[in-house]
């Protein structure tokens, strides 16, 4: 059974930083990509970040995130990595990282992803 769960978050005020973790069990870690959505207060959930299988050579931000955030991953540790820099209010949120049933699968499309965390949040204030 796979199990995701997130850390890290907190709350922090406009352009600090904050680093979230997302510890994956119950498969082969290297083996899936990676991603991490986010979901405000009466707002759809929207992609943030993804970072493809094993060397994770492949990565994709949202445009909001931009240039701040930086996905990463360690598989010897089963773990992939938000770095958020220049925290803005709008960047408020529940985090959720995600993974998907497909090895095969990288994806932005959250219907893509079949496994979720619990969220963690993050508060900006200003």
């Known amino acids: 059974q796979v199990q995701l769960v997130e850390s890290g978050g907190g709350l922090v005020q406009a352009g600090g930083s904050l680093r979230l973790s997302c510890a994956a069990s119950?498969?082969?870690?290297?083996?899936?990509?990676m991603a991490w959505f986010r979901q405000a207060p009466g707002k759809e959930r929207e992609f943030v970040a993804a970072?493809?299988?094993?060397?994770?050579?492949?990565?994709y931000y949202a445009d909001s995130v931009k240039g701040r955030f930086t996905i990463s991953r360690d598989n010897a540790k089963n773990t992939v990595y938000l770095q958020m820099n220049s925290l803005t209010p709008e960047d408020t949120a529940v985090y959720y990282c995600?993974?998907?049933?497909?090895?095969?699968?990288?994806?932005?499309?959250?219907?893509?992803?079949?496994?979720w965390g619990q969220g963690t949040q993050v508060t900006v204030s200003s």
């Open positions: 995600a993974t998907p049933r497909s090895s095969g699968t990288y994806s932005l499309r959250l219907q893509q992803y079949d496994y």
């Open positions: 970072i493809s299988s094993w060397s994770g050579v492949n990565t």
């Open positions: 119950g498969r082969t870690f290297g083996n899936y990509a």
